[in-house]
């Protein structure tokens, strides 16, 4: 977990230093599916990962070599999940996250987080090791063909957490002020662009505190990586999530539980919609800006970001409850605006969480339908992918969650 100290007195701004990622292969041309293929992809979709995400996402070439088979233990896909799935939540098990892979991630974000931008104090290590990002961002990106292309993601998820931590939550952060402290740090992210004689006092600003120099180095990277169109929708899918840290925040402050459908709106925006949205640039492709920008592709995003998002509220339940404070998540407003008991408000927000997951899927078979072209199949793979990596790491993370005695 991050800190919010500022840096090192007398330590100048610095550039980057890491040599730049290669530029991603591109793929090679494809022809368009066959009616089979198509109808062979749209069943993939509807049908969950049994193969989403696994097989039919390696489109691209792996930067290591693959991991041989051992005869024993079993193979990570056949060894036993940590944790227990919340009962009758919809989701779609997928096989462990290559190990390879989440222990060179895993090494590279430590050594980022510590020597590049200075994240956190020596006593949150623990913290930061129990998040296990390597292991989260392996499992929701299973096609990236390098681990240079899972770093891009993972830095960013970092950086997103230390913002959400010493800004907003139990790390320093508070509904007092966050308007201020968002603006500034999202200009890590989307340059400000002004005189002369206040843009060294504006750079100088980055680095005054971790969440900016986490966003700073966090963007540079992806700059470096990315298209400027997907480098674009990253910021502006940044701006929502800070637009609904905000809508949160305002609440906090007047004690107000909104009803049931303002939660979730306000959830729309205080997301994951960042995480999902860049698939491609870590698959190492690009969905073309105008396909992209399509309302059904934009539902399914919605959708994927909305459901994703409740399952974090399910699983972390238990920990928000042990917290000072009170903290808004969609079984509390249940249980408050729909006079529920909490597990009867629970249960109904599996409820919310399984219609979200069935409506993604059908949109997104439907676009699959309508658009079958290969860079839409492939990103809608790939954020189903997420979504079911994302679950996965939820019900594994035993260090952060445990379930309710709801059953």
Request: with cysteine; charged share 20%.
């Amino acid at each position: 977990m991050p800190d919010c100290l500022p840096p090192p007195p007398g330590q100048p701004p610095h550039p980057i230093e890491e040599p730049r990622m290669p530029a991603p292969e591109p793929s090679p041309p494809r022809s368009s599916p066959s009616a089979a293929a198509s109808r062979a992809g749209v069943a993939r979709i509807l049908s969950g990962p049994s193969g989403l995400g696994t097989a039919g996402l390696h489109l691209a070439r792996h930067e290591e070599p693959p991991t041989p088979t051992p005869p024993t233990p079993p193979m990570p896909s056949t060894v036993p999940a940590q944790g227990n799935p919340v009962p009758g939540l919809y989701h779609h098990p997928v096989p462990e996250p290559d190990p390879v892979r989440v222990e060179e991630v895993s090494r590279r974000i430590k050594a980022w987080a510590l020597e590049e931008v200075d994240l956190y104090p020596e006593e949150w290590e623990e913290q930061f090791d129990g998040f296990s990002v390597g292991r989260y961002l392996v499992g929701c990106h299973p096609d990236a063909p390098t681990v240079d292309h899972l770093m891009l993601a993972t830095r960013l998820m970092v950086a997103e957490n230390a913002v959400d931590d010493c800004y907003c939550e139990d790390h320093g952060g508070s509904p007092i002020g966050l308007g201020g402290r968002l603006l500034l740090a999202h200009t890590a992210l989307d340059a400000l662009h002004t005189t002369r004689e206040y843009q060294p006092r504006w750079a100088e600003s980055l680095r005054s505190d971790a969440p900016r120099r986490a966003y700073r180095s966090a963007m540079e990277y992806f700059v470096r990586a990315a298209s400027p169109s997907q480098a674009d929708r990253y910021r502006h899918d940044m701006a929502r999530l800070h637009m609904g840290y905000l809508a949160e925040a305002a609440w906090a402050q007047t004690d107000h539980v909104p009803e049931v459908w303002e939660y979730l709106a306000m959830r729309q925006f205080n997301n994951f919609r960042p995480c999902p949205t860049i698939t491609d640039s870590v698959g190492g492709y690009e969905l073309p800006a105008d396909l992209h920008a399509r309302p059904a592709l934009q539902r399914v995003i919605a959708l994927a970001g909305n459901a994703t998002t409740i399952v974090n509220d399910l699983y972390s339940y238990t920990k928000e409850l042990a917290a000072p404070g009170r903290h808004l998540n969609l079984p509390v407003v249940i249980a408050e605006r729909e006079g529920l008991s909490d597990r009867d408000a629970y249960l109904k927000a599996v409820e919310v969480h399984n219609d979200l997951m069935r409506d993604f899927e059908a949109e997104a078979a439907a676009v699959a339908v309508a658009l079958p072209v290969p860079t839409v199949q492939r990103f809608l793979r790939g954020v189903a992918a997420w979504v079911d990596g994302n679950h996965h790491w939820h019900q594994t993370n035993t260090f952060r969650y445990s379930l309710p005695d709801f059953w």
